[in-house]
């Protein structure tokens, strides 16, 4: 069996290919994992050669990175340990929401099979992140919403499933206008020309730009 990448960039990159193909639902190109790890893409290349000569990945004709059964079973487990670091700071440590993605990727490198069931013990095995992701291994369910604002008509209202958590200055911005997972949102108008979006939340409007719309996942439109 091939000796297997078990540095904290390989961890990364795997992760960041399942939150793209799996949370998101689109297509993992070497481009696209370079843009979100912040690193060069003649780096990401060397990465993802060495993970697919570990069995971890897979590219396609077409450049498509898809994760192994190994790789996927890797990837689970560090996303499991981010969500659960992501619980504890939160709800534990009392950080800011919109911190905590950002803080509990210095955590997560650091949980054992030992303390993990000992901190989500801690509390209380929670089902989903802050930010309304699932957790692996506590979750019943792992499906996940497809439908984001873009899907809702003028009038009509939804649920916050989830919001895109990779962005620190754009969570400050959904914690202002207190748009978090579980909160009531109703999409009072839509202008196509402009690429704008007029929304409510918490008994205010706000006009966000369709790129923020996408990354703002729903359910239960009404």
Not at 66 to 82: D, E, F, N, P
Not at 126 to 140: A, Q, V
């Amino acid at each position: 069996m091939p000796k297997q990448v078990t540095n904290v960039a390989s961890d990364d990159a795997l992760t960041t290919i399942y939150r793209i193909t799996n949370d998101e639902n689109e297509e993992a190109k070497a481009a696209r994992i370079s843009e979100r790890l912040g690193i060069r893409a003649a780096s990401v290349s060397g990465m993802l050669a060495r993970l697919k000569r570990d069995r971890l990945i897979l590219i396609d004709k077409k450049k498509n990175v898809t994760l192994t059964k190994t790789g996927l079973s890797r990837a689970t487990q560090m996303v499991r340990r981010h969500r659960i670091a992501e619980c504890l700071l939160v709800n534990k440590f009392s950080l800011e929401w919109w911190r905590a993605y950002e803080e509990a990727h210095l955590f997560e490198h650091a949980f054992s099979e030992v303390t993990t069931p000992l901190i989500v013990k801690l509390l209380n095995n929670p089902m989903r992140s802050p930010f309304g992701y699932p957790i692996p291994g506590i979750s019943k369910s792992l499906k996940l919403s497809r439908e984001t604002i873009l899907d809702m008509d003028e009038g009509q209202s939804a649920l916050v499933e989830r919001v895109f958590e990779e962005d620190e200055k754009l969570l400050q911005f959904f914690q202002e206008i207190q748009l978090f997972p579980d909160a009531t949102i109703k999409l009072v108008k839509k202008t196509q020309f402009v690429g704008t979006i007029s929304i409510s939340v918490a008994g205010k409007n706000t006009v966000i730009g369709v790129d923020i719309a996408k990354k703002i996942w729903i359910k239960n439109i009404k």
